[in-house]
């Protein structure tokens, strides 16, 4: 086996970012005093490098940045507040705790992410304490939902999919806890407690004083439901299940879905599979995957810091050595396993004496608007509901665990607010996702969230035109290259690139285990319907039984398959 002198990370003098958390005092930097100063709405960008790490990013309103400055004003700016939330499993309180602060600090919606957590957006700088202190209250925090470390780790939701779900469930939420960074600057900026005299004394026995090169990600999936999309993470647990009993997990390195338009050294990769571990394991396995990124992780160039491009660097067999040596002990070979779908199932499912019903939230936004009450409706289900809520990785909800007394109840509020269970819908938006995008997210180049819906609304006509309303295909839409929907694993997928332009992608599978490809670039929407209508009326009329759009774009040369995302850029026939 390899050991850590024969390996070596990218040299050069290090990105900036590497000197500020250096320089951070384990993530306190000048925070504290930022947020106390009255006199702008903002904080010094150098400071929200550090601010991430406690789970908040700092946005303006993108629509009135032109008013605002034609007024002489200061963009309006404001800050997202993303919860840890390991699994997506929130308590009633806890969603109603969530649906208070939208109302009191944030811009009275509830954003729920692609990696089953809650964001809330529109909180002022001066609100920012009392947000994290009533979430904390809630036994909530954002420590970590941000940052170079272990994001939110994601976990199958789906209870009625397996006997195993809670154990594995279980073994998500440990998994985040045990990689939680070691500082206390978040209980003492955010939560007031008493602070530590020399920060020079801590440690991060895990992570060392500048963290990770760039943020990680990690995934449970519990088959045939492959809903956390695990060929997408940094490091991917899946379970092997047999006669009901968990017995470990298969693991993948080397996942994620983000790039940089124009720069072929950046491209959306799949993990690979590198052996079996046995349940018990699983954190240890994590930790010492982890702190392989920590070691050897690019923190030269940040567009080539993910654990993807570590991997590819130093190959496949390396990392599972190197991951050997640190365990002390050997993988097992991997077991089989078969993933047949990675979106949600609908409507109401029965399991083990109690209900679940799983609701279409278009895109995770949850609001009121004159037509449809949603982010009320949600609210009086939780007053009434005993269970628990589960987030999806595809930005919908799972009332979880009805008991048979309380499912009358929440049906009638489900009628009563006319709350969508997507099968109403076509296919193509029940597997619709988006990332958000404008108006808040600074690095988006063109609409998602706001325009998805719109764009499908035109795509339904071409798929009731060719009897395609019911066949399920993937479709996903971010307004930049950085990833947040998974654009990768879209059987249809759009990629913002300026405004109402987009690359369009074909071909992945819909089992989320193959990318897809470039076929057109730089389009408007009536390139987009153009395009895409010969397809849809080609697919109608000559796909196979049973065969996928994906499969089928593929199998009649649109575009090659892609397994491996170094081949991801060339256009196929664009």
């Known amino acids: 086996m390899s050991s850590k002198r024969h390996l070596e990370a990218p040299a050069g003098e290090p990105d900036a970012t590497e000197a500020i958390k250096r320089n951070s005092r384990f993530l ?11 006199i702008t709405g903002s904080i010094p960008l150098e400071q929200t490098k550090i601010l991430k790490f406690h789970g908040s990013y700092m946005q303006d309103d993108r629509d009135l940045r032109q008013e605002r400055k034609e007024q002489k004003l200061e963009p309006a700016y404001q800050f997202m507040v993303r919860v840890r939330l390991a699994g997506g499993t929130a308590t009633p309180d806890q969603w109603l705790t969530m649906d208070r602060l939208a109302d009191t600090y944030g811009n009275e919606t509830i954003k729920l992410t692609t990696r089953q957590t809650f964001q809330l957006h529109g909180i002022l700088k001066w609100n920012m304490k009392n947000s994290m202190q009533e979430m904390n209250a809630a036994l909530m925090d954002s420590i970590a939902a941000c940052g170079d470390v272990n994001r939110n780790v994601m976990c199958n939701v789906q209870p009625y999919e397996s006997a195993v779900h809670d154990k594995v469930h279980r073994t998500a939420q440990r998994i985040s806890d045990h990689l939680l960074p070691n500082t206390e600057a978040y209980h003492e900026i955010w ?43 940094d490091l991917g647990f899946t379970a092997i299940v047999q006669n009901g009993r968990l017995l470990g997990f298969n693991v993948t390195v080397g996942g994620g879905m983000g790039m940089t338009h124009g720069d072929e050294e950046t491209y959306p990769q799949l993990a690979r599979t590198i052996g079996f571990c046995p349940a018990k394991y699983a954190e240890e396995v994590a930790e010492k995957i982890l702190t392989i990124q920590r070691d050897y992780g690019n923190r030269v160039e940040r567009k080539n810091a993910r654990f ?13 050595e190197e991951l050997e040596h640190r365990l002390g002990w050997a993988l097992k070979e991997a077991k089989p396993v078969t993933f047949t779908h990675n979106g949600d199932r609908y409507g109401w499912h029965e399991f083990d004496g109690t ?5 279409f939230i278009q895109n995770g936004r949850i609001a009121d608007t004159e037509d449809y009450k949603l982010k009320t409706a949600l609210r009086r289900i ?14 919908n909800v799972i009332v979880a665990g009805v008991t048979p007394e309380k499912k009358a109840d929440i049906q009638a509020l489900v009628e009563e607010y006319g709350l969508s269970d997507g099968k109403a819908n076509s296919a193509l938006r029940r597997n619709s996702m988006a990332c958000v995008a404008f108006p808040t997210c600074g690095l988006a180049m063109a609409e998602s969230e706001r325009y998805l819906p719109e764009l499908i609304d035109k795509l339904e006509h071409m798929l009731d035109e060719n009897g395609l309303r019911e066949e399920d295909i993937v479709i996903r839409m971010t307004g930049c290259p950085n990833g947040c929907a998974r654009p990768g694993l879209g059987e249809i997928a759009f990629i913002g690139k300026g405004p109402g332009k987009y690359n369009l992608y074909l071909g ?6 193959r990318l897809n490809q470039l076929y057109r670039e730089n389009i408007g929407e009536a390139e987009i319907l ?3 209508e010969p397809i849809f009326r080609h697919y109608a ?21 892609v397994y491996d995302g170094r081949t991801f850029h060339p256009a196929g026939q664009a």
């Open 191 to 233: 939560l007031d407690k008493e602070k530590v005299l020399d920060s020079r004394e801590e440690e991060e026995p895990l992570y060392g004083p500048v963290y990770l090169p760039r943020k990680f990600k990690i995934g449970v999936a519990v088959p045939p439901a492959n809903d956390v999309d695990i060929y997408s993470q």
């Open 308 to 320: 993807k491009y570590t991997v590819d660097r130093l190959g496949l067999d390396t990392v599972k």
């Open 355 to 359: 209900s679940h019903l799983t609701l």
């Open 541 to 561: 009329r000559e796909r196979e039984e049973g065969e996928r759009f994906g499969d089928f774009v593929v199998r009649q040369s649109y575009v090659e398959a």
């Open 530 to 532: 153009e395009t895409l």
């Open 382 to 395: 939780a007053e009434v509901h005993e269970g628990d809520f589960r987030l999806t990785p595809n930005q």
């Open 28 to 38: 306190r930097g000048e925070l504290e005093e930022y947020f106390a100063d009255p």
């Open 508 to 513: 992945a599978s819909f089992h989320g285990d």
